[in-house]
């Protein structure tokens, strides 16, 4: 079992900075690729950054120059880093980890969610 847990959320002013982090755990055997989504309120699921296991990243047209994502494979580990905050990056953001695990079986794995609001 693959357990993702996210942390850095909270409030920040517009303009603001804010990073998030997302740390993997469990029964992983190698990590595909590791992502941030968003979801705002009455609005679906969105990619917001995603890094896989060669190191490239891909990120939505809202979020780029703005946002960076990085990670740390010996830690299983996955960032965020929000700059130049607006307040339509509200919502809740969620971590992705898909890999394979110790019995060589697919895995897509999903963090609980942390909240960022951005506002004056």
């Known amino acids: 079992q693959v357990q993702v847990v996210e942390s850095g959320g909270g409030l920040v002013q517009p303009g603001g900075s804010l990073s998030l982090s997302c740390a993997a755990s469990?029964?992983?055997?190698?990590?595909?690729?590791m992502g941030w989504y968003r979801q705002a309120p009455g609005k679906q699921r969105e990619l917001v950054a995603t890094v896989n296991s060669g190191g490239a990243t891909n990120y939505a047209d809202s979020v780029k120059g703005r946002f960076t994502i990085s990670r740390d494979s010996a830690k299983i580990t996955v960032y965020l880093q929000m700059n130049s905050l607006k307040p339509e990056d509200t919502a809740v953001y969620y971590c992705?980890?898909?890999?394979?695990?110790?019995?060589?079986?697919?895995?897509?794995?999903w963090g609980q969610g942390t909240l960022v609001t951005v506002s004056a």
């Open positions: 992705d980890v898909r890999g394979y695990d110790s019995r060589r079986s697919a895995f897509d794995a």
């Open positions: 469990g029964s992983i055997f190698s990590i595909v690729a």
